[in-house]
């Protein structure tokens, strides 16, 4: 019997320790770790983006670009013939497939078909088949134009609804939560020197919503364990909040890693064995962003709403009359003698053990009540 009853304590699972409060890891409280790590992360994308700069594709700076599927040539003699042609570096990269692809400074129509027959001949390559495509940066322009346009309108329709939904404290916390993501994964494109396309500013602009949507599900729990918060004294704003972070940690790492696993199926399959370069721009910045946006919504959202929270002079209060109400127990627990006062002590004991582990007043309203029945049997032994 004992041997199965420890068994289901066993059974008694991670998720289910941390939801109780059992088991807690403090967030909130080492928001300052979380911060400086961030800082570190945010100050190295930073400086690649400063020094190193984006690799623009064709799209952004302008060009021509020809692809020669099944080429029979190796990408150093592309890449002199390109260069001799137009009197320009020009990028050569190969696919997977055997395609080569040949990325050069814009072109007239007439130095674009020259370019493209002398490259059929060296990549042994029929004229007919090559595909050449000739963008002007003006094209780019109105990419990135529209792209900001988007995310103007779609920072500032999420900031309307959070501040109504929840408040704007956390309507702010998620934004800089937001942000943290966007650099992050611009800061992985200069690092890496991978191209920046259309797909990718796609890829970005489609990382919002999964990082606010992270975010949101934490905060909706941060608001349901904080409702009422300011009328009791035996568990603060940062605990509560802490609390619901630890309640929806499991939950945030199972939807990322579901949503991360096919993400790496097309990094690996499409762009890696079958040479998608279109893949490969949208899947890096659908990846990097979701691993982002999970780091955020737990050790930078929350974290920074509870400090925001924590400059309202009613949290700051609630804060104290928690601090006062722990101290006096603890020192009836500290003064008090014999069997009595001992039984006492161990439920203020209890009490504070489960306020520290974001359980609230729980420990309290737990505890066991006379019965009636006693009562009833010294009326009848009478």
């Not at 945030?252 to 279109?278: D, E, F, K, M």
């Not at 601090?323 to 500290?334: D, F, H, I």
Request: glycine letters at 10%.
């Amino acid at each position: 019997m004992k041997t199965q009853q420890r068994k289901d304590a066993k059974r008694v699972g991670f998720a289910q320790r941390l939801y109780s409060g059992q088991m807690s890891f403090d967030f909130v409280g080492r928001k300052r770790l979380w911060y400086a790590l961030s800082a570190v992360i945010l100050i190295v994308a930073v400086g690649a983006v400063l020094i190193r700069g984006l690799n623009l594709g064709i799209e952004f700076r302008g060009g021509a670009d020809y692809s020669l599927p099944n080429a029979q040539c190796s990408v150093e003699d592309a890449r002199a013939v390109a260069e001799l042609g137009t009197g320009a570096q020009a990028i050569v990269t190969q696919t997977g497939s055997g395609s080569v692809r040949v990325q050069t400074e814009a072109l007239s129509t007439e130095e674009s078909r020259v370019l493209a027959q002398e490259l059929s001949d060296v990549c042994r390559v029929n004229v007919s088949e090559v595909k050449v495509q000739v963008v002007g940066p003006t094209w780019g322009g109105e990419i990135s134009r529209k792209a900001l346009q988007g995310l103007a309108v779609f920072l500032l329709l999420v900031t309307i609804f959070l501040s109504i939904y929840f408040e704007w404290r956390m309507a702010v916390a998620a934004l800089v939560a937001l942000a943290h993501d966007l650099v992050i994964t611009i800061g992985i494109y200069a690092l890496t020197g991978l191209e920046v396309t259309p797909a990718t500013v796609i890829g970005l602009l489609t990382i919002l919503g999964y990082s606010l949507y992270d975010t949101v599900v934490v905060f909706d729990k941060v608001k349901e364990n904080t409702r009422g918060i300011l009328g009791q004294s035996v568990q603060t704003y940062d605990e509560a909040a802490n609390l619901a972070v630890n309640q929806t940690l499991v939950r945030s790492i199972n939807t990322s890693v579901v949503a991360l696993l096919p993400v790496l199926a097309i990094i690996i399959v499409g762009a890696g064995l079958l040479g998608a370069g279109t893949l490969l721009d949208l899947a890096v910045a659908l990846a990097v962003g979701m691993a982002a946006g999970t780091y955020s919504s737990i050790f930078i959202a929350t974290p920074f709403l509870a400090q925001l929270k924590d400059r309202q002079p009613e949290i700051r209060a609630l804060a104290a009359r928690v601090r006062a109400r722990r101290q006096q127990r603890s020192a009836g627990s500290a003064g008090s003698s014999g069997p009595a006062s001992s039984g006492s002590g161990s439920s203020g004991s209890q009490e504070t053990n489960a306020v520290a582990s974001g359980g609230g007043g729980t420990a309290a309203r737990n505890q066991p009540k006379r019965s009636g029945k006693s009562k009833g049997k010294g009326r009848k032994g009478r």
